[in-house]
């Protein structure tokens, strides 16, 4: 637990409550701080380091920069005080505000990488990706089914899933890949595939109204899986499984840019506790493939019911 006198004498400055204030509820790096705050790199990284001592923030790499984010509270009166700060500080809505557009930049980044390969993704290499994984997942399914595609991309999988199932909801992130996807949809005679435009976090699709969940290599582009997970349950129906295939948590740094990946995969702990989170039960993880070219990523699947 972070000393009480500390806390105090670290808080005492106006703009470190704003970075705590921003910190409260998102992982941002010092310029992403930077572009909401208006100061100066050196002023923001002496704030933050004032805060990593006092055990208020903690920090993760993430490529070339870091994340930071509140530490954990424990007994500390940092809530207590940060709750006061919120109505007393004029900068903090403008603040809130500000980190809004500059995670809405982030999202802007990897759609217009995905905008940017729609049509061929198929065609290049995507790591994670293939059908020795794909068929793994299909042993779990019951047809016929209404089936959710999450990060659905081009509709490759969505194209699949709508031979046996029910009916076949797929939502991007990207205009581009939905439009795609449409086409080729089109284009195979399928017409049990509804294509919709859409964030993992926030789907447009109603709750408990599909019997199957599917995430197929698009769970680590999503800015918090955890929200994605918990959103899968809300749509599925009690009694709906959820099937979950991604990389297994790797230090491939690259992946970053070259795919816009978000996380470097994830343990097959770290999916089973925000499967645990977002209610789901009869949990299963297993390693499913690994790529012949290096650096040779691991998929995971995990299968899991939601509660009842």
Known sequence: MPSILKTLRVVADPNRLRILLLLRGEELSVAELQEILTMGQSTISTHLSQLKQAGLV?????????LY??????????EQILTQAKAEISESGPDQAAMRRVLRKRQDKMRTFFDSVAGRLGKDYVPGKSWKSMAEALLHLM??????DLGAGEGAFALLLAQRAKKVIAVDTSARMIEVGREQALRHGVQNIEYRL?????LPIDSASVDLVFFSQSLHHALHPERAVSEASRILVPGGRIVLLDLMK???EEARELYADEWLGF???ELESML????????QTSVVHK???PPHFLTLLAVASKSS
């Open 198 to 202: 859409g964030d993992m976090e926030e």
């Open 69 to 78: 984010r509140l530490g954990p509270a424990g007994d500390s009166p940092l």
């Open 250 to 252: 790797h230090r491939f």
């Open 58 to 66: 903690e920090d993760r790499r993430t490529g070339k920069s870091s």
């Open 276 to 283: 645990e989170k977002a209610a789901f039960a009869e949990i």
């Open 267 to 269: 343990t097959e702990t």
């Open 291 to 293: 790529d012949a070219e």
């Open 143 to 148: 047809p016929p089914l209404i089936i959710a």
